[in-house]
């Protein structure tokens, strides 16, 4: 066994993003503005497959899980799921990313199957503009769900916003309003450009350092750097139980820090979200008598996992739509 993967650039991987499926019941402006696509021909993988690929991560001294899809909510196994990867011996964090459409009801099971972070996608406290932006009407449904999860304990709840031009100061007061009560962690992602996008990227970008700007401006502070954060940029206000994080792939260091590989719901290894390799890990998932093969197979591809993605070039590689990969 492997006690840690380390890339041609001596980043340690360690953060497994596995997506269980690639449908998606919302119509987002920004990644399924015409709603899911007419399904793939691949099923998802199987509740076992994923056991035997969390596993071989494990053994590669991958420590953190986060299931995404798709919406991963939309299995009717998900808890089962969670459950599974949790269970792996050496697994220590297994994280969720969902559109909270679902999450009221399941926040409690999740929790009991060893569910220790959450993230929920919420671009909007407006409930006009988040049905304008997500296509849905169910705000007051997600805002339950995010009270679910921190009723039934779990210890890391983040609500993700999309960064788009037109968010108002007022958007932002409701946002630092929810951080003021609740210990969640708003993080502000920047919009990527991808194939799909291009026109309503170039309307709608708006830069993380604007909003920095406005929230320091207003006491928050940048918070130093812990293991495990990842790419995110951290900000506190001694006021708030919440805190703020940045995603900012434009950034010039963005990439220094990436300590992820992805798995796509086919069970294809991606190196990075917007490079071109996608290694097939499917046909070594079968059995476990394929764990060796399996953990050989992910080691060696690590060799070329690239420096940095080229979004600054307007290149996003062969994603063509976040909602494929998880983001």
């Given at each position: 066994?492997?006690?840690?993967?380390?890339?041609?650039?001596?980043?340690?991987?360690?953060?497994?993003r596995?997506?269980?499926?690639?449908?998606?019941?919302?119509?987002?402006?920004?990644?399924?503005?015409?709603?899911?696509?007419?399904?793939s021909?691949?099923?998802p993988?199987?509740l076992?497959?994923?056991?035997?690929?969390?596993?071989?991560f494990?053994?590669l001294?991958?420590w953190?899980?986060?299931?995404?899809?798709?919406?991963?909510?939309?299995r009717r196994d998900?808890?089962?799921i969670?459950e599974?990867?949790a269970?792996t011996?050496?697994?220590?964090?297994?994280?969720?990313?969902?559109?909270?459409?679902?999450?009221?009801?399941?926040?409690g099971?999740?929790?009991?199957?060893?569910?220790?972070?959450?993230?929920?996608?919420?671009?909007?406290?407006?409930?006009?503009r988040?049905?304008?932006?997500?296509?849905?009407?169910?705000?007051?449904?997600v805002?339950?769900?995010?009270?679910?999860?921190v009723?039934?304990g779990?210890?890391?709840?983040?609500?993700?916003?999309?960064?788009?031009?037109?968010?108002?100061?007022?958007?932002l007061?409701?946002?630092?309003d929810?951080?003021r009560?609740?210990?969640?962690t708003?993080?502000f992602?920047?919009?990527?450009?991808t194939?799909?996008?291009?026109?309503?990227?170039?309307?709608s970008?708006l830069?993380?350092?604007?909003?920095?700007?406005?929230?320091?401006?207003?006491?928050?502070?940048?918070?130093?750097?812990?293991?495990?954060?990842?790419v995110?940029?951290?900000?506190?206000?001694?006021?708030?139980?919440?805190t703020?994080?940045?995603?900012?792939?434009?950034?010039?260091?963005?990439?220094?820090?990436?300590?992820r590989?992805?798995v796509?719901?086919?069970?294809?290894?991606?190196l990075?979200?917007?490079?071109?390799?996608?290694?097939?890990?499917?046909?070594l998932?079968?059995?476990?008598?394929?764990?060796?093969?399996?953990?050989?197979?992910?080691?060696?591809?690590?060799?070329?996992?690239?420096?940095?993605?080229?979004?600054d070039?307007g290149?996003s590689?062969?994603?063509?739509?976040?909602?494929?990969?998880?983001?």
């Amino acid at each position: 066994m492997t006690a840690g993967l380390t890339d041609a650039f001596g980043r340690k991987l360690e953060y497994l993003r596995l997506s269980v499926t690639d449908r998606c019941n919302f119509r987002c402006t920004y990644c399924l503005p015409n709603g899911c696509p007419s399904g793939s021909k691949d099923q998802p993988l199987s509740l076992d497959e994923i056991g035997r690929l969390a596993r071989a991560f494990a053994a590669l001294g991958f420590w953190k899980v986060r299931v995404t899809g798709g919406e991963p909510t939309l299995r009717r196994d998900i808890v089962e799921i969670i459950e599974r990867v949790a269970a792996t011996p050496g697994i220590t964090r297994v994280g969720l990313t969902t559109n909270g459409y679902r999450l009221a009801n399941l926040a409690g099971p999740l929790r009991r199957a060893g569910l220790s972070a959450l993230n929920v996608s919420i671009d909007s406290l407006d409930p006009t503009r988040f049905e304008q932006i997500t296509g849905h009407g169910k705000l007051t449904d997600v805002l339950a769900g995010i009270d679910a999860a921190v009723t039934a304990g779990i210890p890391t709840v983040k609500a993700n916003v999309v960064l788009l031009r037109g968010m108002s100061d007022g958007e932002l007061g409701r946002f630092i309003d929810l951080s003021r009560h609740l210990p969640v962690t708003v993080r502000f992602i920047e919009l990527m450009r991808t194939d799909d996008n291009v026109h309503y990227f170039a309307q709608s970008y708006l830069p993380a350092a604007e909003v920095i700007l406005k929230l320091a401006s207003l006491g928050w502070r940048k918070l130093p750097r812990q293991h495990g954060d990842g790419v995110a940029e951290l900000h506190r206000h001694p006021d708030h139980s919440g805190t703020f994080g940045f995603i900012a792939p434009y950034g010039k260091k963005f990439c220094g820090e990436c300590n992820r590989l992805r798995v796509s719901s086919n069970g294809s290894l991606k190196l990075c979200l917007f490079g071109d390799r996608s290694i097939p890990l499917r046909p070594l998932l079968a059995t476990d008598a394929q764990d060796h093969a399996l953990i050989q197979r992910i080691a060696s591809a690590v060799l070329a996992k690239p420096a940095a993605h080229r979004l600054d070039q307007g290149y996003s590689g062969s994603t063509t739509s976040l909602a494929t990969i998880g983001g």
